[in-house]
């Protein structure tokens, strides 16, 4: 089979079955920004940039946006403006372009060593579709929700 189906496609059909302007609120996030976990270097550091980037908003705004997950691929918004590749226009900005998400993805697996998995390697492979889902994700139940995106795009899953 002849698939040129990319994993930013599988993904984002897994997430939000492909709509670029999705957006999700992740209380799990939200709940653990307790006063110690605000004051982590790294953590004040995103929220930082999330406000100078976002016209600079207020912290409750900030602590908004880097707690919820954004755009097709719904990466969440300490990632989005997190790392050495960080985002560095507002979160509309990134919302509004295709390409920025997408981009902005293959950025997020590359700095997971994930960047060289295909969607036809995951359709084989029971193990690395596991170890893209905890990696991408945190949980074992994805792996099932990438299987189902790979079917969506025809191709045939191996166990």
């Known amino acids: 089979m002849d698939n040129n189906t990319s994993i930013y ?7 939000t079955k492909g709509l670029n302007h999705a957006i999700r609120f992740e209380p799990a996030t939200f709940n653990k920004f307790t006063t110690a976990y ?16 976002n016209n600079n908003c207020s912290f409750g705004t900030a602590y908004m946006i880097y ?3 954004w755009g097709s691929a719904q990466l969440m918004g300490f990632n989005i403006y997190g790392g050495e590749f960080y985002w560095d ?3 509309f900005d990134y919302m509004a372009s295709d390409a920025a998400q997408e981009a902005h993805f293959n950025k997020f697996l590359s700095a997971n060593t994930l960047q060289d998995i295909t969607p036809c390697e995951l359709s084989k492979d029971s193990t690395l579709r596991l170890h893209f889902a905890i ?5 074992i139940d994805y792996a099932n929700a990438i299987v189902e995106s790979l079917k969506h795009f025809g191709f045939d899953v191996l166990n």
């Open 9 to 15: 496609s599988v993904i984002s059909y897994v997430e």
């Open 89 to 91: 226009k507002t979160i």
């Open 67 to 69: 707690s919820a997950s």
């Open 135 to 139: 990696k991408y994700n945190g949980s």
């Open 38 to 53: 605000r004051n982590e270097p790294v953590v004040k550091e995103i929220i930082e940039r999330i406000i100078k980037a």
